[in-house]
């Protein structure tokens, strides 16, 4: 029982007369609104279902937009969301929205592919996104469901290798950093084997004679014949060989300078193609500072083994077998008594060396010299980008549906709000250096509140017009408000 005197029974706090006003965050709606109606998405989606009910294209802006403001595609939460007759309103929606939303997804996921096509053609032929020189790249999504005949247990970019998972590829296009392609494929599908499927979907797509740029992951004797077979130029890393380590001790004072701590050798490999053994003198000293900082935490992990055996304590649980149905005799030796801390340390770092640190092999089918061959692997960081923005700035995972089709809707839904994003720092290069992250905050600060009059008089109220709604606006001053309830879109996106 409480003996604490109770004064209080309730906590009083002093907040305005209640009212049936909405607030809702509309920067990532005007946004995907301007995309859509710009690249001519609408149209398209709306053709993917009869003429009746919500409009797909209606619903999936409304996914897009939410998956944005919320960090994170979520059904159950735009479904709340849409209980609002006004939130509805706003988005161009009816009263059976919230039920045909679950639909869309599915429906969507299963015209994936020919969505993701639509978009790169238009890049193609109204922005005039060429496509010379496309990075490809795949990674993992885990999922919070049972493992299926589509969502596998695999490697686990996520380090999650407990949750099955579906595998992702991503295409984009050097120039303009845009994502012109999305494959998807089950968990357990490595990237040698997705490589295949990627490429397929950007062939047709592709000019004559353009490069592909890949990592060794995706590299073996049949994607590269594959690639020469229709005539493309690539560049991709190889994972070193005995025979790479064999050609740099004979040629160790060969190596050409290319400054700033670069250099490489050359090797004519088979069937024309170049292969550049590089050193990196960062990419060396990095290396050797893991083998540092690992050694250092070995002797003081020793350090406290040997004072828990000498002193007759049970060592820690890592370093002994706790299995109640093993019985076990573990004994430690420790040799290093000899030497002090950083001799044992110095000792430890060279026994760790292994005469690959700062060496890595680029390869390519074309005619380019060392520098051009590091320049175009080193710009690939643009895709390695784009899978960050995915997973931090709109956070697409984890994700808990099962079906094949409403997997490839969520993850479809996320490549459109990057691509959305993308769009911005295409066509703005002043906001190109902006991460997903800073592109979303200010996004989201941007407001719509709906004010219901005792009257029954709606008031729509615009507020904190951020410098990238301005920006998008195309004016200096403020946007207008849109003419009429539903329509947020911009009156004019930059072409």
Known sequence: MNDLPRRKSTIHARVPAPNENVTMSMGSKVLVDAVFADVGLNDFLDGLKRDQGEKVSAEVKALVATSVDMTGVSVNRLDRMLDDDLVRKEYGLGNSASRSIYRTVDRIGKSSDAIVRFLAEALKTKYGVGMDTVFLDWTSMYFEAPQNVFVRIGYSRDHRPDRPQVTVGLSVDKASGMPIGLTIMPGNVVDVTHFQETFKQMRSLLPDDAMIVFDNGAYSKENSALLERGEFGFVTLLQMNASDDAFVRAHEKE???????????????????KRFIFRSETLRSDALQRYRAKAERDYDDMVNLKAAVEGDRRPRKKYRTSNCFVDTHLSYRFPLDVMNREEAIEHAVRSMFTGREGLFVLLTNRSLTASETLKIYRSRNAVETAFRDLKHGIDWRPARCTSEDAIKGRILISFLALFCMSMVRFLHPELSRMTAESLVTELASFSLTVERRSNGVIRRIWSNFSPI?????????????????????????PG
């Open 255 to 273: 190596f050409v300078d290319l400054g700033d701590g670069m250099s490489f050798l050359a090797v004519q490999g088979n069937l024309g193609r």
């Open 469 to 493: 709604i301005r920006y998008l606006g195309g004016r200096k001053r403020p946007l207008p408000v849109p003419s009429a309830p539903g329509q947020a879109v911009l009156d004019r996106f």
